[in-house]
Nanobody, 123 residues
Framework: QSQLVESGGGLVQTGGSLTLSCVASGFSLDYYAVTWFRQAPGKAREGVAVIGYNGGTSYSDFVYGRFTISRDNAKNTVYLQMNSLKPEDTAVYSC?????????????????WGQGTQVIVSS
């Protein structure tokens, strides 16, 4: 069974850090772009960061300079390092993989989705 599984979410204070992991099983991430999305209660899902199959990265304006996306193909894993967290970063974070060109794509373009991991930033 091909799937993505996220982990690493939790409760953190403002200014703190968390690292999320997105592990693929049943398929290789080598040729997939992976995007981290987030969705806060009552808000639309939004793209946070994307890493292409070749390692190129893009970030949304609201996380630029604070979050870093990376990948370790040997571990079939993509990471999201989140620093200087703010209460407005509170959301469920999900990873998605697709054989896509560089940059953000609509959610329906992705082939695989994880179940999400909750991040709560307290003020």
């Amino acid at each position: 069974q091909s799937q993505l599984v996220e982990s690493g979410g939790g409760l953190v204070q403002t200014g703190g850090s968390l690292t999320l992991s997105c592990v693929a099983s049943g398929f290789s991430l080598d040729y997939y772009a992976v995007t981290w999305f987030r969705q806060a209660p009552g808000k639309a899902r939004e793209g946070v960061a994307v890493i292409g199959y070749n390692g190129g990265t893009s970030y949304s304006d609201f996380v630029y300079g604070r979050f870093t996306i990376s990948r370790d193909n040997a571990k079939n894993t993509v990471y999201l390092q989140m620093n200087s967290l703010k209460p407005e970063d509170t959301a469920v974070y999900s990873c998605a993989a697709g054989r896509l060109s560089a940059g953000f794509h609509p959610p329906y373009d992705y082939d695989y989705w994880g179940q999400g991991t909750q991040v709560i930033v307290s003020s």
